[in-house]
């Protein structure tokens, strides 16, 4: 399949089979985005393979300069009246919320111009967020995945602030906001959970203590994998 590029913002794979032909292409059309608007973390997971989000560099987070023609180019790059999946991830988005929100505002606003539905989501672990953050996020209709790796002692045995602390009873209490916050809203977000299966835990033990919670489904990645996480069944 031949793949033209005409300019820096757009690939093109051309319908006919070599290189050369000459037939009609048609655009990529992302659907999904996933943005590390900030590359920093305030934990220290021992399984961590970003860096602590950083990714061998210096935290930071990404600047309107940066984030606006970002929003120009997902925008231009999206079909009218259809529906873009944006994702926050990376880092711990949290530590720069007031300007994740600004670029999720801005973007929102242009795809409103063109009449596409603009739907988010943040991978979190937790640890840093404010009540009035989450009312935010709840009247944005986000969807937050909390890292939580099952039980206490499973969790804090690998995810911890950089002084060692554990880190289960505030991310474990903020889910629980949240998920509060959604069931009491009509039409509202995701409450959802995203769990690293490490060490010596094994899925049933795990799937076990979500059930417990009420939880009936979580995305489950074991440790040093790479790829997207799969959704689990914590059963009935």
Request: aromatic share 8%; proline share 9%.
């Amino acid at each position: 399949m031949g793949i033209q590029k005409p300019d820096d913002n757009l690939i093109q794979i051309a319908r006919g089979s070599r290189p050369d032909d000459d037939s009609p292409v048609a655009p990529l059309r992302p659907s999904a985005w996933k943005v590390a608007f900030v590359q920093d973390c305030n934990l220290h997971c021992d399984y961590c393979c970003t860096g602590h989000g950083r990714f061998g560099g210096k935290g930071r987070y990404m600047r309107p300069e940066l984030w606006m023609p970002l929003s120009d180019l997902i925008v231009a790059l999206s079909p009218p009246d259809s529906r873009i999946d944006l994702e926050f991830g990376g880092g711990e988005t949290f530590l720069r919320f007031r300007e994740a929100m600004q670029f999720l505002d801005h973007l929102r606003r242009l795809a409103a111009g063109r009449k596409i539905r603009v739907d988010a989501r943040i991978l979190t672990n937790g640890t840093v967020m404010t009540p009035p953050q989450l009312q935010e996020c709840l009247e944005r209709k986000i969807t937050l995945y909390f890292s939580i790796d099952g039980p206490a002692f499973r969790h804090d045995a690998f995810r911890k602030f950089p002084n060692g602390r554990p880190t289960h009873r505030i991310a474990l209490e903020n889910w629980r906001r949240y998920r509060e916050l959604v069931g009491n809203a009509a039409g509202p977000p995701e409450c959802a959970v995203a769990t690293v299966i490490a060490g010596d835990a094994r899925l049933p033990e795990i799937a076990q203590f979500w059930r417990e919670q009420g939880v009936k489904q979580f995305k489950a990645l074991p440790a040093g994998v790479a790829g997207p996480p799969r959704p689990v069944s914590s059963g009935p």
